[in-house]
């Protein structure tokens, strides 16, 4: 990962458990030149184990003559509180205290998140934000901060996410949870605890993030009668490992918890009033074959949001296409930008419109 930036948010800064911090960092990266009109920014939301190098994970769509090129935007980026990549975290010191946090790092809420976001704008001298874009966790973020704040943002483009985590994510979650739970070294103070537990933990969450035709075309196994050494799960172990190399399980485990939630309706009437309060120029990005996020979700979006477009594409990785399926998106984006609705929704219906990807 190339090198972040660092904010400093040193006043108090009061979660919604009630639990109030001294204050907090963030890491951030960004790409390309606020013009002087200041309004060319794009900010991009990452999802779970993600950081805030955009381009390392989004390559297809950010930087040098992509979508999100540098040359024509400022695009920003931030960690999000939790993670392991440069902001607040566990494997950091408490407050006044020698110890690191581990376990007992305060939950961020993605209501949390967005408010941790806000000095940062102020910080970069950022009136409006142009675009603002995020797949899955990353959606979650975005429709929080439009909804908060409905003059933040021109655009929004939430893709693969859903206006509250359902009990069907919140299950995957918990299960993973439970994986860490029980390794044997969870809640030791060390920054290697949980970590076995973290990659059966992975091996779950893949289950959700792909789908019955992305293991049936590339882990299907090569002599088809065999009895041992299946390719699928070598796969699965992989995929835990990999991210074993990169990731902690305090992270995980509070992310996950972080991700569960996620409810726009939370301290408002209920979600669809909240989701009304949107007044960006919005599309809404579904995969046909995401079964963790599924298209019925990002369809309560699009009804919900004022003037809002649905795009739906069919992907055979599931709910990771948001992550890989570069050239469709960029394709329904492009679309949407070169003909976006006239103007600001304004407090009035307007029916949705749909669209649908190759």
């Keep these: 990962m190339s090198d972040y930036q660092l904010f400093e948010y040193r006043d108090a800064f009061t979660l919604e458990s009630g639990i109030t911090l001294p204050g907090y960092h963030l890491a951030y990266h960004t790409y390309g030149t606020l013009d002087p009109q ?92 142009h675009i603002g874009i995020g797949g899955s966790m990353g959606g979650q973020q975005l429709l929080e901060w439009a909804i908060d704040e409905p003059d933040a943002f021109e655009y929004i483009i939430p893709i693969a996410t859903n206006a509250w985590h359902s ?62 050494q299946y390719k699928a799960g070598s796969y699965q172990q992989y995929q835990g490992e990999k991210l074993a190399k990169r990731f902690n399980a305090f992270s995980y485990y509070r992310l996950s918890t972080s991700m569960d939630s996620h409810h726009v309706g939370r301290k408002r009437p209920d979600a669809p009033t909240a989701l009304r309060t949107i007044t960006a120029k919005t599309l809404v990005i579904g995969i046909e074959t995401d079964i963790l996020f599924p298209l019925s979700e990002q369809q309560y979006l699009a009804q919900h949001i004022r003037g809002a477009r649905l795009a739906v594409i069919n992907s055979l990785y599931g709910h990771d296409g948001f992550l890989l399926e570069f050239e469709v998106i960029e394709k329904e984006i492009t679309a949407f930008l070169n003909k976006p609705l006239t103007e600001k929704v304004q407090d009035k219906d307007v029916p949705v419109q749909w669209l649908t990807g190759e």
Excluded at 168 to 194: L, Y
């Design 38 to 129: 200041k309004n060319n920014v794009v900010w991009i939301f990452h999802a779970l184990t993600a950081s805030s190098d955009a381009a390392s994970w989004w390559p297809g769509l950010t930087g040098p003559g992509k979508l999100f090129d540098p040359d024509k935007y400022f695009i920003v980026c931030v960690n999000m509180p939790g993670s392991c990549y440069g902001s607040i975290g566990p494997l950091e010191k408490k407050p006044g205290s020698t110890h690191l946090y581990y376990d007992d790092f305060p939950v961020f809420t993605i209501h949390d998140m967005v408010n941790a976001y806000k000095p940062l704008r102020r910080f970069l001298g950022i009136e409006q934000i």
């Design 167 to 228: 009990a069907w994510g919140k299950a995957f979650n918990a299960s993973q949870r439970w994986c860490i739970e029980s390794d044997h070294t969870w809640g030791h103070p060390s920054p290697e605890a949980g970590m076995q537990g973290m990659k059966i933990a992975r091996s779950v969450a893949l289950l959700s993030y792909r789908h019955y035709q992305t293991y049936d075309l590339f882990q299907s196994d090569d002599a088809p009668y065999a009895t041992t």
